[in-house]
């Protein structure tokens, strides 16, 4: 007589264990592969974006033959704190430059507008300060370029 032998199919809850377990550790590496990823790519964004506006800077008073704040006809972009000041500050800086530069309209990557104060020519008593150009938060990422517009009168 042949013995019937039940025979189940499917897996046992130890290979299975081992397939989760494994899946687990791929998790994980992707997850610490991924980490990161995103804010580098934020701040090289903003390095670009803050290359090309110091560039179209310079383009912009050497045509303008005026200081940045000649350029914006502002003296502190920042200080007005609106998109408005902003997006004519940029319109006027690409005019002067003869550039295009809507795209930096729409924020830096963390979604706020660029810092641009213009402050050479801008006090009597000391014309000669710096101007200057950041993003907002700028000590709160990593590897920002610290841009530096030099002096266009002064020395």
């Known amino acids: 007589m042949v013995k019937n032998k039940k025979r189940s199919h499917g897996f046992t809850i130890v290979e299975l264990l081992i397939v989760i377990v494994v899946i687990a550790i791929l998790a994980a590496i992707v997850i610490v592969a991924y980490n990161g990823v995103q804010e580098r790519s934020r701040v090289q964004r903003a390095n670009t974006d803050l290359t090309t506006l110091i560039k179209a800077i310079y383009v912009a ?32 800086i690409g005019t002067a430059a003869g550039v295009n530069l809507s795209a930096l309209k729409a924020n830096d990557p963390w979604g706020n507008m660029y810092v641009i104060d213009e402050n050479e020519g801008e006090q009597v008593a000391n014309p000669c300060i710096l101007d200057s150009l950041t993003v907002a938060n700028a000590a709160t990422h990593s590897g920002l370029i610290t841009p530096r517009i030099e002096f266009y009168n002064c020395s």
């Not at 000649?70 to 502190?76: A, L």
């Open 61 to 92: 008073r050497l045509n303008s033959n005026t200081t940045l704040m000649g350029v914006t006809g502002s003296g502190c972009t920042r200080c007005a704190g609106t998109q408005a000041a902003y997006n004519q500050a940029i319109d006027r």
